[in-house]
């Protein structure tokens, strides 16, 4: 059986025509009209962007697209409250996609009785509901997707909002080549024989590994490491430079490869620190001794923010590819939707 073959048979909701379109939302993100004229910029001294999954990567992919501009204290909370420094001065940013998540409507309930700023972001729900309630900001997303399928729109709802409120510089013409990337890229990646398709048949038996760096491509790597998870049905797990060595490299001292059949993933970039690809460069030596092979995931695109939004959209499709080449839908959600019963 051909891919176009195992593509059709295991992929019934056509998530393959939604990430060959993910710079769509791309579109309807920058084009979307949010009202903020209720925030008061200048009160703004810190930043929370609270949800959880798909939502709270967008926050994180924010904070390492715009590590060299963005000069306020910024987190990614992902819990039912806020932390205690969260108050009139702080800006949160609820995003939940379908609006229901319960850890972020508790999180904006929280921000609402500490009188923070509040801007939501979400297709409807429970958010939508207390945001028209209380009269906060909404952006309203597009809707139709798995919420792990939604980044692009989240991603950038949430830059046209800081955008918006010029707490970051012209986005414009950065946007504009975003798009032109993920349909270049979509394109390519979705024809018969191609890059991640190739990565993916490579992986089938493994249990991917991946490394980023922190501040750099962390959310690329925590964004593969879950698009494993959830698209391909696998356990992944995932680390950061310099952090992982100063713990997890010994962890490769016992490794024996014929009783974890395991792949490291690299994610590279040349804008790392100098001591960064000093410490790839001989923890790469130290892993290859053990037998695990290692593969290398690195944009040649001229911009950092454009690297960072090629490798995520790679692995998007890599994820998508083992699913399918493993007889998995890179839809289905069983175990999530179980315990959303049970809550």
Same mark, same amino acid.
Not at 1 to 15: A, F, G, L, S, Y
Not at 115 to 123: A, D, E, G, R, S
Not at 327 to 340: E, F, G, R, V, W
């Given at each position: 059986?051909?891919?176009?073959?195992?593509?059709?048979?295991?992929?019934?909701?056509?998530?393959?025509?939604?990430?060959?379109?993910?710079?769509?939302?791309?579109?309807?993100?920058?084009?979307?009209?949010?009202?903020?004229?209720?925030?008061?910029?200048?009160?703004?001294?810190?930043?929370?962007?609270?949800?959880?999954?798909?939502?709270?990567?967008?926050?994180?992919?924010?904070?390492?697209?715009?590590?060299?501009?963005?000069?306020?204290?910024?987190?990614?909370?992902?819990?039912?409250?806020?932390?205690?420094?969260?108050?009139?001065?702080?800006?949160?940013?609820?995003?939940?996609?379908?609006?229901?998540?319960?850890?972020?409507?508790?999180?904006?309930?929280?921000?609402?009785?500490?009188?923070?700023?509040?801007?939501?972001?979400?297709?409807?729900?429970?958010?939508?509901?207390?945001?028209?309630?209380?009269?906060?900001?909404?952006?309203?997303?597009?809707?139709?997707?798995?919420?792990?399928?939604?980044?692009?729109?989240?991603?950038?709802?949430?830059?046209?909002?800081?955008?918006?409120?010029?707490?970051?510089?012209?986005?414009?013409?950065?946007?504009?080549?975003?798009?032109?990337?993920?349909?270049?890229?979509?394109?390519?990646?979705?024809?018969?024989?191609?890059?991640?398709?190739?990565?993916?048949?490579?992986?089938? /038996?493994?249990?991917?590994?991946?490394?980023?760096?922190?501040?750099?491509?962390?959310?690329?790597?925590?964004?593969?490491? /879950?698009?494993?998870?959830?698209?391909?049905?696998?356990?992944?797990?995932?680390?950061?430079?310099?952090?992982?060595?100063?713990?997890?490299?010994?962890?490769?001292?016992?490794?024996?490869?014929?009783?974890?059949?395991?792949?490291?993933?690299?994610?590279?970039?040349?804008?790392?620190?100098?001591?960064?690809?000093?410490?790839?460069?001989?923890?790469?030596?130290?892993?290859?001794?053990? /037998?695990?092979?290692?593969?290398?995931?690195?944009?040649?695109?001229?911009?950092?923010?454009?690297?960072?939004?090629?490798?995520?959209?790679?692995?998007?499709?890599?994820?998508?590819?083992?699913?399918?080449?493993?007889?998995?839908?890179?839809?289905?959600?069983?175990?999530?939707?179980?315990?959303?019963?049970?809550?």
């Amino acid at each position: 059986m051909n891919i176009v073959e195992m593509v059709r048979k295991h992929d019934p909701e056509n998530q393959f025509k939604v990430l060959v379109e993910s710079y769509k939302q791309i579109e309807y993100a920058w084009n979307n009209n949010i009202d903020l004229s209720s925030i008061d910029v200048k009160k703004i001294k810190n930043v929370i962007v609270t949800g959880l999954g798909g939502s709270a990567i967008g926050g994180e992919l924010f904070q390492n697209y715009t590590r060299a501009e963005f000069k306020l204290p910024y987190n990614v909370n992902r819990n039912y409250e806020l932390p205690l420094y969260a108050n009139e001065e702080t800006l949160v940013i609820a995003s939940s996609y379908s609006g229901n998540t319960e850890e972020t409507v508790s999180a904006l309930k929280n921000s609402i009785n500490r009188n923070c700023q509040i801007v939501c972001i979400t297709t409807g729900g429970k958010l939508e509901k207390i945001a028209k309630e209380n009269n906060l900001p909404l952006a309203i997303l597009q809707q139709g997707f798995q919420p792990r399928y939604a980044l692009w729109v989240n991603f950038f709802t949430l830059l046209k909002i800081f955008h918006n409120i010029k707490l970051v510089t012209d986005h414009n013409d950065i946007v504009e080549k975003s798009i032109d990337l993920l349909k270049t890229c979509g394109q390519e990646y979705s024809k018969q024989r191609n890059k991640a398709l190739e990565i993916a048949e490579s992986l089938i /038996g493994f249990i991917p590994l991946v490394y980023g760096v922190s501040d750099y491509t962390s959310a690329a790597a925590t964004r593969l490491k /879950g698009q494993f998870n959830e698209n391909s049905k696998l356990h992944s797990f995932f680390n950061n430079y310099p952090e992982l060595d100063h713990n997890e490299i010994i962890g490769w001292e016992s490794f024996n490869q014929e009783k974890v059949h395991l792949k490291l993933i690299n994610l590279m970039d040349d804008i790392y620190n100098p001591q960064i690809k000093k410490r790839f460069d001989i923890t790469t030596e130290i892993i290859k001794k053990t /037998g695990c092979e290692i593969i290398e995931l690195k944009s040649n695109q001229t911009n950092f923010k454009l690297r960072i939004l090629d490798i995520i959209y790679l692995g998007d499709w890599i994820t998508y590819y083992v699913a399918i080449l493993r007889s998995y839908s890179p839809t289905a959600i069983d175990n999530i939707n179980y315990l959303k019963e049970h809550l």
